[in-house]
């Protein structure tokens, strides 16, 4: 059980290759039940879970999770925060951190090009694509990673070689925690989920950071309506191009973006955010021991 995007994005299409690495038999375990794996998958939006397998999902874009206890295995979930709405707030032990911070110990994700060549990253949320084509924001100082556009070990390859990563999307600033890549949360066009974004910033054991603005202009209607049918389609199975590009950004927004993005370079110097190792290798232990349960189970 995953979100597939219609033009792509790299923490909800990094399920496959990470479970066909850690667990290379998941399809066949149980083919009747429903595994909830990497992304924001637990909330009111998707119905009642059922007959399902928990491992590193979080919760949030919802008010609560209505959820089966007695047909749901719980091996682990991403924070504290999706632990209490589960009702699990006392198990720590199930507190394993998003998969994504596994990712370092996988080596076949490890072999991709470092396409920003140790530029500052900018990493927007999926949605910000859809709707426009930041790819002109990128000049030698910044490299703009599109989730949608970029191959998984590419995009692996071009956040763990960047100087720093200004990260709409949650799994570029989880990425930069994993291998030790200095980060800072931003909002581009997308509205930011805060509980999403404060169960990550909890189960690092880190101060919330508020999100540095960047804004760009908002969709026009007929761009919005354009976006809207190629959802549709994607999601009644049509074939929709993945290589499909948003609107270009006026000039005028691709200078006031990089000077944004200079300015929050300078003002986020004291508070770029890194993954404390002890913390993170406390969770890939976890990670480990929950998909070797997840092997075993029948």
């Known amino acids: 059980m995953c979100y597939r995007d219609w033009r792509g994005n790299f923490g909800d299409d990094l399920n496959l290759p990470f479970f066909q690495a850690m667990v290379p038999n998941h399809l066949d375990i149980l083919p009747d039940i429903k595994l909830y794996g990497i992304g924001t998958l637990l909330n009111s939006n998707r119905g009642r879970i059922e007959r399902a397998v928990i491992l590193g999902s979080g919760f949030g874009y919802g008010d609560k999770i209505d959820w ?3 047909s749901v295995t719980v091996l682990g979930v991403r924070g504290p925060r999706t632990a209490l709405a589960l009702g699990l707030e006392d198990r720590d032990d199930l507190i394993i951190g998003d998969p994504a911070l596994f990712l370092p110990l996988i080596d076949c994700l490890n072999t ?6 140790g530029r500052s990253v900018i990493a927007p949320h999926h949605k910000t694509t859809e709707a426009w084509d930041l790819a002109s924001i990128s000049n030698d100082e910044l490299f703009v990673l599109d989730p949608g556009l970029t191959r998984i070990d ?5 956040i763990k070689g960047a100087d720093l990563v200004m990260a ?3 799994h570029a600033a989880i990425v930069a925690a994993a291998y030790d890549v200095p980060f800072v949360p931003i909002a581009l066009s997308c509205e930011i989920d805060r509980s999403k974004w404060g169960d990550f910033f909890d189960s690092l054991e880190v101060e919330r950071c508020e999100h540095y603005a960047m804004p760009i202009p908002l969709r026009k209607k007929l761009r919005r309506l354009e976006v809207g049918v190629a959802r549709g389609l994607a999601r009644k199975g049509y074939c929709v191009e993945r290589h499909y590009r948003g609107s270009k950004l006026p000039p005028k927004c691709v200078s006031a973006i990089r000077r944004a993005a200079g300015d929050v370079k300078l003002m986020s110097r004291n508070c770029q955010i890194r993954g404390d190792r002890r913390i993170i290798q406390k969770y890939q232990n976890r990670i480990l021991n929950a998909c070797n349960k997840l092997a075993s189970m029948k």
Not at 112 to 117: A, F, H, I, K, T
Not at 154 to 158: F, G, L, R, V
């Open 154 to 158: 590419d995009y692996i390859a071009t």
């Open 112 to 117: 991709g090009g470092d396409l920003g060549g």
């Open 68 to 70: 089966n206890q007695q």
């Open 168 to 170: 709409e999307s949650l």
